[in-house]
């Protein structure tokens, strides 16, 4: 009896695991990528099942909560889109390994009008056999849509199937709702990658509609470091509305933080400090600090003006 449960619960082990494992691609049409595509789907709108409708191919539900669709498009010409780690250059997408398209936004929000909308954001990683998703310096690919709420129908009032890349390991941070003018709202995100072992080094980012498509407007480097036995520090961001200015407000970063020498060891190395901090980390062996930088959009992306502000404390 105890042989023949074993032997069942093997049989079953062994079907879930195939299960879980025996993915397929399912081909699409080229049509996938058109931009101009007509979506209306009735309230309420299912994050997923808007998804399937956008990228049908087959969808999974794995362990972990890792739900994805798989598929690809033997019709599309892949285009090359920017990965922010800038170590194995563009992604070609769409893949021609295939495609695993995950949900990891449904940003919902009203103007001041009253009119509701909603965003989808999606992560694309190559598919993988195992459903895994790899790579240390390679980004997960944001897609966007974006729907309008005309009474009890949701309609798709612009789509991006990528965008750009951000993150490890093929998953794209979880991009927030950011208000950057009047009734003018952008995405933003913290994209953090490093060494194994080693510091991760944050950089901001506010992704918004512009010359017709999605793109990143700011880059902020040095908004964080996380992982480093010696130094750490964080950033908050504030979109300034006392100026006047009615769309692409200025932001202000204020970065907080504290620098200690490192020992020179495997696991306590230097650390790339921002310029502000370099000449006092020459003669000091430690100092907590705290820097203002202000970003204005000037023409097509945001650029710091004026000095950056820095003040030190518990010099040593």
């Known amino acids: 009896m105890r042989h023949i449960t074993l032997s069942f619960f093997l049989l079953v082990s062994s079907f879930c695991?195939?299960?879980?494992?025996?993915?397929?691609?399912?081909?699409?049409?080229?049509?996938?990528l058109n931009q101009k595509r007509i979506l209306k789907v009735s309230d309420p709108l299912n994050g997923e099942k808007t998804m399937q409708k956008l990228f049908p191919g087959n969808l999974y539900h794995l362990s972990d909560k890792n739900t994805f669709i798989s598929w690809k498009c033997k019709s599309c010409k892949p285009a090359p889109f920017l990965d922010?780690?800038?170590?194995?250059?563009?992604?070609?997408?769409?893949?021609?390994?295939?495609?695993?398209?995950?949900?990891?936004?449904?940003?919902d929000y009203k103007d001041s009008k009253g009119n509701e909308f909603k965003i989808l954001a999606f992560n694309h990683s190559v598919h993988?056999?195992?459903?895994?998703?790899?790579?240390?310096?390679?980004?997960?690919?944001?897609?966007?849509?974006?729907?309008?709420?005309?009474?009890?129908?949701?309609?798709?009032?612009?789509?991006?199937?990528?965008?750009?890349?951000?993150?490890?390991?093929?998953?794209?941070p979880t991009p927030k709702l950011v208000e950057i003018g009047e009734d003018q709202y952008a995405l933003s995100l913290v994209h953090a990658n490093g060494g194994a072992g080693g510091p991760y080094n944050g950089y901001f980012y506010i992704i918004a509609g512009f010359d017709g498509k999605y793109q990143p407007?700011?880059?902020?480097?040095?908004?964080?470091?996380?992982?480093?036995?010696?130094?750490?520090?964080?950033?908050?961001?504030?979109?300034?509305?006392?100026?006047?200015?009615?769309?692409?407000?200025?932001?202000?970063?204020?970065?907080?933080?504290?620098?200690k020498k490192a020992k020179g060891t495997e696991d306590d190395f230097e650390v790339d400090l921002p310029v502000?901090?370099?000449?006092?980390?020459?003669?000091?062996?430690?100092?907590?600090?705290?820097?203002?930088?202000?970003?204005?959009?000037?023409?097509?992306?945001?650029?710091?003006i004026d000095k950056p502000i820095v003040k030190f404390s518990n010099v040593k």
């Open 17 to 32: 695991f195939a299960q879980e494992t025996d993915l397929q691609l399912k081909n699409v049409s080229d049509t996938i």
């Open 84 to 107: 922010v780690n800038g170590v194995e250059g563009d992604q070609m997408f769409p893949y021609t390994e295939g495609v695993a398209t995950r949900l990891i936004a449904n940003i």
């Open 128 to 172: 993988d056999e195992d459903g895994l998703q790899t790579g240390r310096f390679s980004g997960g690919l944001l897609g966007v849509a974006k729907f309008a709420k005309n009474n009890t129908v949701w309609e798709m009032r612009s789509f991006q199937p990528a965008v750009a890349a951000f993150g490890s390991f093929a998953q794209c």
């Open 217 to 259: 407007l700011m880059e902020i480097d040095n908004y964080s470091l996380t992982n480093s036995a010696s130094s750490e520090w964080s950033s908050t961001y504030t979109v300034i509305t006392d100026n006047n200015k009615k769309f692409f407000r200025d932001f202000k970063i204020i970065t907080k933080g504290s620098y």
């Open 276 to 304: 502000e901090l370099t000449e006092m980390a020459k003669t000091k062996k430690q100092f907590n600090f705290v820097i203002e930088r202000n970003y204005s959009f000037k023409g097509k992306f945001y650029k710091m």
